[in-house]
């Protein structure tokens, strides 16, 4: 069956880094062809998108909340999708989610596959 699995998350201060990955295992078809997405849920909160690439890589989206603060990376020769985040402050800390939707481009409905979430925690 399909697997997402995240890695990558913890306890980090405000102003600091962390970067998380996602590996797909179990997908019908060759990697490249999902677009694959990062969303992200804060306590109390709905499940918010971050960011997606395309199955190529060559195009990315952002939720206005992360432009350049985080970049979304994949390696289609791993099967696994990066998120790296710089700059994090309080406000960032959720369970982050990734995400897998069959198709070439990110198309903003409804992804087909979920992991199960890593805890991202933002100290003041």
């Known amino acids: 069956q399909v697997q997402l699995v995240e890695s990558g998350g913890g306890l980090v201060q405000a102003g600091g880094s962390l970067k998380l990955s996602c590996a797909a295992s179990?997908?019908?078809?060759?990697?490249?062809?999902?677009?694959m997405g990062w969303f992200r849920q804060a306590p109390g909160k709905e499940r918010e998108f971050v960011a997606a690439?395309?199955?190529?890589?060559?195009?990315?989206y952002y939720a206005d909340s992360v432009k350049g603060q985080f970049t979304i990376s994949r390696d289609n020769i791993k099967n696994t999708v990066y998120l790296q985040m710089n700059s994090l402050k309080p406000e960032d800390t959720a369970v982050y989610y990734c995400?897998?939707?069959?198709?070439?481009?990110?198309?903003?409905?409804?992804?087909?596959?979920w992991g199960q979430g890593t805890q991202v925690t933002v100290s003041s």
């Open positions: 179990g997908l019908t078809f060759n990697y490249y062809n999902y677009a």
């Open positions: 690439i395309s199955g190529s890589g060559g195009t990315t």
């Open positions: 995400a897998a939707e069959f198709g070439a481009i990110w198309s903003n409905r409804v992804p087909d596959y």
